[in-house]
């Protein structure tokens, strides 16, 4: 028992981070994602592919301001986010939303899929629930916790890893894949408190369903798009019919 006591102590030592490690912290990740967005921006530029068209850009602007405005709503008490927002007229891009509320959303790709404004907010809600839930922070956190050895060596390191380590993206797949669902459902429930219906945000994953040759398959760090289609469509209905029963209720009283 003594032995296997002290062999145990040991293990834990071996693992802990040599001296001048500290814990990952908002700050950090909030630092590397504005340079890196900052990277994707001139890139952009240089290629002549960024906010090319105002009216584009004003749309999504509108759209994201409103759930903004929601999003402090919500939660009022939630450090303030400096949402930047930013189009793109790379085919290859679709939409993302880095730490700290960097927005980047590609117009062919709305385009492509002709989303409606309530659709294209499914779109943005989405994506800025990732920097509401602090999901950058906490697959940062996740890597630490699989393996504290990543505490002994630089943020950018580890920032770098999870973006192209393929041993760690393998890791934390899963863990991905649940913060998408969250941000999916999250993304659908902020913008119906927004004022759009239920229903109509829910139609931007049966029209990403139908463009996909192969919904019923996903990916590692994804649910297909045939079963978030499904989890959109029963979210709604019930956000929908909770809104009738308000109502029923409103109207009797």
Same mark, same amino acid.
């Given at each position: ?45 240089? @290629? ?5 068209? %105002? /009216? !584009? ?6 759209? =994201?301001? #409103?759930? &903004? ?96 380590? @393929? ?5 934390? %797949? /899963? !863990? ?6 969250? =941000?999916? #459902?999250? &993304? ?66």
């Amino acid at each position: 028992m003594f032995r296997h006591l002290v062999a145990t102590v040991l293990a834990i030592c071996l693992s802990l981070p040599s001296g001048g490690a500290h814990a990952v912290t908002q700050a950090e990740v909030t630092a590397g994602a504005a340079r890196l967005y900052g990277t994707r921006l001139a890139a952009l530029a240089q @290629a002549g592919m960024l906010d090319r068209d %105002a /009216s !584009f850009l004003a749309r999504v602007a509108r759209i =994201a301001r #409103r759930l &903004g405005e929601q999003a402090r709503r919500d939660n009022p008490a939630a450090p303030l986010l400096s949402w930047e927002i930013h189009t793109s007229s790379d085919p290859d891009d679709s939409a993302s939303c880095m730490a700290g509320g960097k927005l980047l959303v590609s117009q062919p790709y709305v385009e492509q899929l002709a989303l409606t404004d309530a659709e294209l907010a499914m779109v943005l809600s989405h994506e800025m629930q990732h920097a509401i839930l602090l999901h950058n922070l906490k697959e940062y956190q996740e890597a630490v916790r699989r393996d504290p050895r990543w505490l002994a060596q630089p943020f950018s390191a580890l920032e770098d890893a999870v973006d192209n380590d @393929a041993r760690l993206m393998g890791q934390l %797949a /899963s !863990f991905n894949r649940e913060q998408e669902v969250e =941000a999916d #459902r999250e &993304g659908l429930a902020m913008a119906w408190r927004a004022g759009w219906r239920a229903n109509e945000l829910a139609a931007y994953f049966r029209k990403v369903e139908q463009a996909s040759p192969m919904s019923h398959i996903g990916s590692a760090t994804h649910p297909s798009p045939l079963q978030r289609w499904r989890a959109a469509r029963r979210q709604a209905g019930a956000l929908e019919i909770g809104t009738a029963g308000s109502s029923a209720t409103t109207t009797k009283n």
